[in-house]
């Protein structure tokens, strides 16, 4: 079916920049929309970033202008380019696809709301 591992987390001083990607595995036709979600320990998941099939972006009012969001269909990758971190920011952030379609058993399937395992994002103040 389809795997989502994230990568590209870890300790930023605040004002540094991170890269996260998430790599989707499989046999993957297409994916439609890609996001990337977070949450640290306690709170509920919060919305980041989304970018659709057709490249539309979608960003939380409290990353924009400072989070960049990018896919790379080629890889069935989504990046999340994080710049001017705050210390708000650190979170366990998780990779998110809605929707892909795969081929397994001998015919293509579609499936629904995959999730990676998170990554590490701390920024020091």
């Known amino acids: 079916q389809v795997q989502l591992v994230e990568s590209g987390g870890g300790l930023v001083q605040a004002g540094g920049s991170l890269r996260l990607s998430c790599a989707a595995s499989?046999?993957?036709?297409?994916?439609?929309?890609m996001g990337w979600f977070r949450r640290a320990p306690g709170k509920q998941r919060e919305f980041v970033a989304q970018?659709?099939?057709?490249?539309?972006?979608n960003y939380a009012d409290s990353v924009k202008d400072r989070f960049t969001i990018s896919r790379d269909d080629a890889k069935n990758t989504v990046y999340l380019q994080m710049n001017s971190l705050k210390p708000e920011d650190t979170d366990v952030y998780y990779c998110?696809?809605?929707?892909?379609?795969?081929?397994?058993?001998?015919?293509?399937?579609?499936?629904?709301?995959?999730w990676g395992q998170g990554t590490q994002v701390t920024v020091s103040s």
């Open positions: 499989g046999s993957i036709r297409s994916i439609n929309t």
């Open positions: 970018i659709t099939k057709g490249g539309s972006t």
């Open positions: 998110h696809v809605d929707r892909a379609t795969y081929y397994y058993g001998g015919h293509y399937s579609e499936g629904y709301d995959y």
